[in-house]
């Protein structure tokens, strides 16, 4: 009996050790679409192209979402609340198998480090990638910025500042460096495509953040009214 109850913790063991653990850090997403771009079958032995995806999620931390104060009485401030929220969404745009993949092929930022002011909408065509990013994929600009251009259309572009220790210096009074290590502080600038840029856009300053989207592309409102966006 001994040996067998062994065994059975072993297996257990085992099997915990090779479980990919869900990310507890991320609670829901806000909005999400994931489609397969116009790339994909010319880089079919990198299937890290495969997918394209922009997420917006909110997560579990617990130093923003916890409206106490000291002295353990609530605080009901509805913008209070709003600000909490802003504070733990994170924006993640890029490449995976099958949806982004932050490690390699995507990146992820805190809405909290956008510079809101740098928020911008645009519309590129083949000429545009090419000759200023030199193609689509994950593509370095001739300004500093880097593209995730998975196709020609509607983009976002915007900076960021690093978080660490420092502060943000800078600010918003110029256009900041973007060149070296990401020191804390430092602004970096980055593009974007996404099959609704006029949402995401809104949530990254903050506004409607009661949106939701399936990955089908199908866009839910706070209402409940649902609206197909169909152009990929």
Do not use: C
Not at 66 to 76: C, I, K, L, V, Y
Not at 98 to 114: E, F, G, N, Q, Y
Not at 216 to 225: E, H, M, Y
């Amino acid at each position: 009996m001994t040996n067998n109850n062994n065994n059975n913790n072993n297996d257990n063991d085992d099997r915990k050790a090779t479980e990919t653990p869900v990310p507890e850090s991320v609670s829901e997403s806000v909005y999400e679409e994931i489609w397969t771009p116009p790339i994909a079958p010319f880089v079919f032995f990198l299937p890290m192209f495969y997918k394209y995806g922009v997420i917006i999620a909110k997560t579990n931390n617990t130093s923003t979402t916890n409206n106490e104060d000291e002295h353990g009485n609530g605080n009901d401030n509805e913008n209070e609340n709003e600000s909490d929220d802003l504070q733990q969404l994170q924006l993640t745009f890029g490449y995976g198998f099958s949806r982004p993949w932050d490690a390699l092929s995507a990146k992820t930022v805190p809405i909290r480090t956008i510079d809101k002011d740098s928020i911008t909408i645009g519309t590129a065509s083949w000429k545009d990638n090419f000759f200023k990013y030199g193609g689509w994929g994950i593509r370095l600009g001739l300004d500093g910025s880097t593209a995730y251009n998975a196709k020609n259309g509607d983009y976002i572009e915007f900076e960021y500042y690093v978080e660490g220790s420092g502060s943000r210096s800078g600010s918003r009074s110029g256009s900041g460096s973007r060149s070296g290590s990401d020191k804390p502080g430092k602004r970096r600038k980055y593009r974007f495509v996404s099959n609704d840029v006029e949402t995401v856009a809104s949530l990254m300053r903050g506004e409607g953040v009661g949106v939701s989207v399936n990955v089908g592309g199908d866009v839910t409102s706070k209402d409940g009214d649902t609206d197909t966006d169909t152009d990929q």
